[in-house]
């Protein structure tokens, strides 16, 4: 006896002129075991059935097709009536990525890469590029099928010298922390959807200590001296003495424990 697969795809009531291929799988299972007869695929759009000829009657017959991105699969019927796998297309909503930068000037200047990947669908990832020229970059990216995705910053150029980096990726409810690699789980809802990666530079800072000596007694540590140590950003301290060992004040006149690196 033949064994026939349909195919439908129920679209609701959007325009799709081109469904992507499907592979269709036959099995049957024998006492216990399931084996797999063979796999077809649809790629006719004319033609959306398929069919094993000539199946033993005596086996339990079923059928699984491959995943389809945007769409959720039902299967239906038996091996006498046929089988019917129906596509419905899942709703969609809309995502906006933004990408900003704080802290550090030069960040600005970089060309960030984010990566959008559905959940079981990694030859469906899509590839975004976005410069905070001003702080923040953004992008909206619409009609995206409902479901899971993996948000994914590539931090190969994002560090700075001479600065420190922390990545946040927030979608409005959670928000992680990431050095590398930056990689955060997303649902897409019906309706609008947003995500913020974030870049938070800090300059790297080491601790100083300035002693004045007399030129012919180096071991006499001296006291009463002041000077101006100006960082290469312009911003400017003030090193004053107590017992000859010299401690920095920033302009409003706090003490300073660590100094930027520079």
Do not use: C
């Not at 199946?55 to 046929?82: F, H, L, R, W």
């Not at 001479?162 to 897409?188: C, F, K, L, M, W």
Request: aromatic share 6%; charged share 25%.
């Amino acid at each position: 006896t033949d064994i026939t697969v349909t195919k439908v795809w129920d679209d609701g009531d959007a325009v799709v002129t081109d469904h992507p291929d499907v592979s269709i799988t036959l099995k049957r299972t024998v006492g216990e075991t399931e084996e797999t007869i063979s796999t077809q695929t649809i790629t006719d759009e004319e033609n959306l059935t398929l069919t094993w000829p000539q199946m033993p009657q005596q086996y339990s017959y079923s059928v699984e097709e491959s995943p389809v991105y945007g769409y959720d699969a039902a299967v239906t019927g038996d091996k006498i009536n046929g089988f019917t796998v129906t596509n419905t297309k899942r709703a969609t909503g809309t995502l906006t990525i933004t990408k900003e930068v704080e802290g550090a000037d030069a960040a600005k200047d970089k060309t960030y890469v984010i990566l959008l990947t559905p959940e079981g669908f990694t030859q469906n990832e899509t590839r975004y590029e976005l410069k905070p020229t001003n702080g923040s970059d953004s992008i909206e990216i619409d009609d995206l099928p409902i479901g899971r995705y993996t948000v994914t910053e590539v931090l190969t150029d994002a560090d700075i010298e001479d600065y420190d980096r922390v990545t946040t990726i927030s979608d409005g409810t959670t928000t992680n922390e990431y050095t590398s690699p930056a990689s955060q789980e997303v649902v897409i809802v019906e309706g609008e959807n947003a995500v913020t990666v974030t870049n938070k530079y800090t300059l790297k800072t080491e601790p100083v200590a300035i002693k004045k000596v007399d030129q012919g007694h180096k071991e006499t540590i001296l006291s009463g001296a002041e000077f101006t140590m100006t960082h290469s950003d312009g911003t400017a301290y003030t090193l004053t003495s107590t017992d000859g060992v010299f401690y920095a004040k920033d302009s409003a006149g706090e003490t300073v424990e660590e100094l930027p690196v520079g």
